[in-house]
């Protein structure tokens, strides 16, 4: 018989689901809830197709999230198989999405199915969170499913997040949190001239470098045990009209904070504009708050999770708040204890994805024995 994760993984992967089409995962996905008694609801929003499906009304919650969609697989003939056949070769699963994150879904699903198996009465209640819109722009995915919940009082007790956060081998890194991220566009004001009578004209570029060299070189906060400090990094810069004679009447530049709790989003705001102030510069800037910081300290979830992948895969894993952010800012709202735990992530998103197939049942096993000591054991 074939594999149960590494089945249900095939049959998910083969799907051509590119953001935000869902390409019928979630079809195969409630075929396998809803006999367990899961009540499935879709939230769609926009052509996004979101799925909430929870079994059980008693605390606590534990939820499984994440997306069913894929990025584009670029240029085919550069891959060795279809992107959408999946294929093994000397162990290792090919496709795009064996990564990010369909084997993470297939694994979730079969832990589900293994632990109401053993424990058909189990306490508390388990849920699912899925959507079609994370690789995209994600303004009509989880978060629609979030201020869905929000509206009916209900929260989260416990979340994993399927996201791949292995860095060499299965379970040695996961999530227990993410930065914000806080960009800007910011707009200098100069006067434009001849550039042969500057005294004529008012050089944006000359007036917002003394201030970008500042911002460049400020300490923003410290970071904190989980989090390293917040930086601040230029993104673009343009002014000029292209003409090697004209002193350009407007510079503008974008920018972007990646900030730990450590900062708030209101504080960086104001440290800024008081740097720029400072420089007497004239500006406008308006704000994008992307996303805020999240993080999930030792507690229940974090030490279930560290023994589980001890048991499983024989290692001690480490807590990580590195990388970029995912769904977890939204579900945050809502959730009291959440960690991000998947495969390797070494090739995400790259030509000739894949994950070591050993790593599948593994992934499983790790979900498994989490929801044991969680639900069973309140541990």
Known sequence: MTEPTLELAR??????????DDAGCMDIITARLAPLGFAIEYINRNGVTNLWGRRGTSAPL????GHTDVVPTGPLEKWTSPPFAPEIRDGVLYGRGTADMKSSLAASVIAVETFIAAH???????????????????NDGTIAV??????RGETLDFCIIGEPTSVNTLGDMIKNGRRGSLSATLQVKGIQCHIAYPEKGRNPIHEAAPALAELATTVWDEGNEYFPPTT????????????????PGQLEIKFNF???????????????RAILDKHKLDYEISWTLGARPFLTGRGPLADAATAAIREICGIETELSTTGGTSDGRFIAEICKQ????????ATSHKIDENIEVASLPQLSAIYTRILEQLLLTGN
């Not at 979030?146 to 509206?151: D, Q, S, T, W």
């Not at 601040?232 to 004209?246: E, M, P």
């Open 11 to 20: 049959q998910i992967i083969a799907r051509p689901s590119v953001t935000p």
């Open 120 to 138: 058909p009465d189990h306490p508390g209640s388990l849920a699912f969170l899925l959507t079609s819109d994370e690789e995209g722009d994600a």
């Open 62 to 65: 534990f939820v499984f999230a």
């Open 258 to 272: 990646r900030f730990s709790t450590a900062s708030t989003p209101e504080g960086l705001q104001q440290r800024l």
């Open 146 to 151: 979030v201020e869905a919940l929000k509206a």
């Open 338 to 345: 959440m960690l991000e735990i998947g495969p390797v992530n």
């Open 232 to 247: 601040w990094q230029v993104s673009n810069i343009h002014a000029g009209t292209g003409a090697t004679n004209v002193v």
